[in-house]
């Protein structure tokens, strides 16, 4: 089973931007949303948001999305500590019928 | 708002089978909107998906998976259940059950229970 492709970790300062990408191919993110999943140390992941702009109810709008052909971005503006978790991508690839998530980016706020 | 709640045994032996049951509430298992699903993470390791079933039986499985995997659903108990066969070490994780939510292609697991950890070990 194929996974989606993200960076291990990024890092960025208090107030800083930073990006994570997620890259897929043709039969999951080129023809399916991609989710996006935010993981606090010591608990269940939760979901961000989907469909690129789609926020989950109670997520702030520093957090966004983007999408292109076959890959997705998460972008997360005025970088706070507490934004400090492992994030995860995921679509459903609909040529094999399961779910490809991706192998996650440890977010640290130096 | 939906609550997932796993429940099962934190020790199952090598070989043996590993049993776990999601108890929905707050929400209806008949939903013809949603999947029902177990994703696991191996410690200090990403997220895997396992399988997911709908209200009605039908499955989508890990073809990883697939031969050791039965699951299940009680619509009468609001409860999906998870039995993975000849468990080895490698099988060693928290489970998680969660919702699969959306339709056509804005598909996402928007409702996650908080997770079992499930130790393989004599």
């Known amino acids: 089973q194929s996974m989606l492709t993200q960076p291990p970790s990024v890092s960025g300062t208090p107030g800083q931007t930073v990006t994570v990408s997620c890259s897929g191919g043709?039969?999951?993110?080129?023809?399916?949303?991609v989710s996006w999943y935010q993981q606090l140390p010591g608990m269940a992941p939760k979901l961000l948001f989907y469909?690129?702009?789609r926020r989950s109810s109670g997520v702030p709008d520093r957090f966004s999305g983007s999408r292109s052909a076959t890959s997705g971005s998460l972008v997360i503006t005025g970088l706070q500590s507490e934004d400090e978790a492992d994030y995860y991508c995921a679509a459903w690839d609909d040529s094999l019928n399961v779910w490809v998530f991706g192998g996650g980016t440890k977010l640290t706020v130096l | 708002q939906v609550q997932l709640q796993e429940s099962g045994p934190g020790l199952v032996k090598p070989s043996d089978t590993l049993s776990l049951s999601c108890n929905v509430s707050g929400a209806s298992i008949f939903s013809s909107a949603h999947y029902w699903a177990w994703i696991r993470q191996s410690p200090g390791k990403g997220l895997e998906w396992i399988g997911s079933?709908?209200?009605?039986?039908?499955?989508f499985q890990n073809p990883s998976l697939k031969s050791r995997l039965v699951m299940s659903i009680d619509t009468s108990k609001a409860q999906f259940t998870l039995r993975l066969t000849s468990v080895t070490a490698a099988d060693t994780a928290v489970y998680y059950c969660a919702r699969r939510a959306g339709s056509s292609a804005y598909f996402r697991f928007d409702s996650w229970g908080q997770g079992a950890l499930v130790t393989v070990s004599s």
């Open positions: 043709s039969s999951d993110i080129g023809r399916n949303t």
């Open positions: 079933i709908y209200f009605n039986g039908n499955t």
């Open positions: 469909n690129e702009n």
